[in-house]
């Protein structure tokens, strides 16, 4: 495919993308453009940082529903090589033999379910989340020939998952019913997350205290958190305070 045509290639599907805010849609997006790419199956995967304690990671995939129920029940996600790779590294990884002796059952397991061949990478954005892309099919080789072909147009497709699937998912994830924060919401916790109190947000902002401590209330109920210092820790790494 020429430059021009993967150039076209890409704004069409951007366009597409822009339309959507929903995870589902976004990523029937993602999957159909993996589907033109050569592969039967993709799945997106991002570790969001909240909670501190544990962060979470969430999953969205178009795998065989036995294999997502199997890959869960076993917990293949805290052994699977390619989401170490995708935690350490921003190189894309190819599926070889060599990765597979890794663990051979894990490998086994995946070639059972039809996923024998597949490419993956991972990106990172300014909120320090991680996303990782993962493509797959059954059959057919992985050449170096069809890796340059579709070069460009693969590495567009990790960037535009995470760029449009990140937000969504981590908002879901940090809250399932999340309201948006109003721009006085979001004020008043930048504010707070410099050390100001209520008392100084008011005067700085030139409204009543009960007025600040309203907006924070409102500010903890929305991200789901316990108290203020919840709230403030909680915007700040799902990067609603940039």
């Given at each position: 495919m020429?430059?021009?045509?993967?150039?076209?290639?890409?704004?069409?599907?951007?366009?597409?993308?822009?339309?959507?805010?929903?995870?589902?849609?976004?990523?029937?997006?993602?999957?159909?453009?993996?589907?033109?790419?050569?592969?039967?199956?993709?799945?997106?995967?991002?570790?969001?940082?909240?909670?501190?304690?544990?962060?979470?990671?969430?999953?969205?995939?178009?795998y065989?529903?036995?294999?997502?129920?199997?890959?869960r029940?076993?917990?293949y996600?805290?052994?699977d090589?390619?989401?170490?790779?995708?935690?350490?590294?921003?190189?894309?990884?190819?599926?070889?033999?060599?990765l597979m002796?890794?663990?051979?059952?894990?490998?086994?397991?995946?070639?059972?379910?039809?996923?024998?061949?597949g490419?993956?990478?991972?990106?990172?954005?300014a909120?320090?989340?991680?996303?990782?892309?993962?493509?797959?099919?059954?059959e057919?080789?992985?050449?170096?020939?069809?890796?340059?072909?579709?070069?460009?147009?693969?590495?567009?497709?990790?960037?535009?998952?995470h760029?449009?699937?990140?937000?969504?998912?981590?908002?879901?994830?940090?809250?399932?019913?999340?309201?948006?924060?109003?721009?006085?919401?979001?004020?008043?916790l930048?504010?707070?997350?410099?050390?100001?109190?209520?008392?100084?947000?008011a005067?700085?902002?030139?409204?009543?205290?009960?007025t600040?401590?309203?907006?924070?209330?409102?500010?903890?109920?929305?991200?789901?958190?316990?108290?203020?210092?919840?709230?403030?820790?909680?915007?700040?790494?799902m990067?609603?305070?940039?």
């Open positions: 020429s430059d021009y045509a993967v150039c076209n290639w890409q704004l069409e599907k951007s366009a597409t993308l822009a339309r959507e805010t929903e995870a589902e849609p976004i990523f029937a997006v993602i999957a159909h453009c993996a589907r033109e790419l050569g592969f039967d199956y993709c799945a997106y995967g991002l570790r969001v940082r909240y909670p501190l304690s544990n962060p979470a990671t969430v999953m969205h995939s178009n065989p529903q036995h294999w997502q129920k199997h890959y029940a076993r917990d996600l805290q052994r090589p390619t989401v170490r790779h995708g935690l350490q590294s921003r190189v894309p990884l190819v599926w070889t033999e060599q002796a890794l663990d051979p059952a894990f490998w086994d397991d995946a070639r059972g379910a039809g996923l024998a061949v490419w993956a990478q991972s990106g990172v954005d909120a320090g989340r991680i996303g990782m892309l993962t493509l797959a099919r059954t057919d080789e992985l050449t170096p020939a069809e890796l340059v072909a579709n070069h460009s147009r693969l590495h567009w497709l990790v960037q535009a998952a760029q449009h699937l990140a937000p969504v998912l981590a908002a879901d994830a940090a809250c399932p019913h999340m309201d948006k924060l109003t721009v006085r919401e979001v004020e008043v930048r504010w707070s997350a410099d050390g100001k109190t209520a008392a100084e947000i005067d700085i902002l030139s409204v009543a205290t009960d600040v401590n309203y907006h924070m209330k409102n500010v903890v109920r929305k991200l789901c958190t316990a108290n203020k210092t919840a709230a403030v820790a909680k915007a700040a790494l990067g609603m305070l940039n």
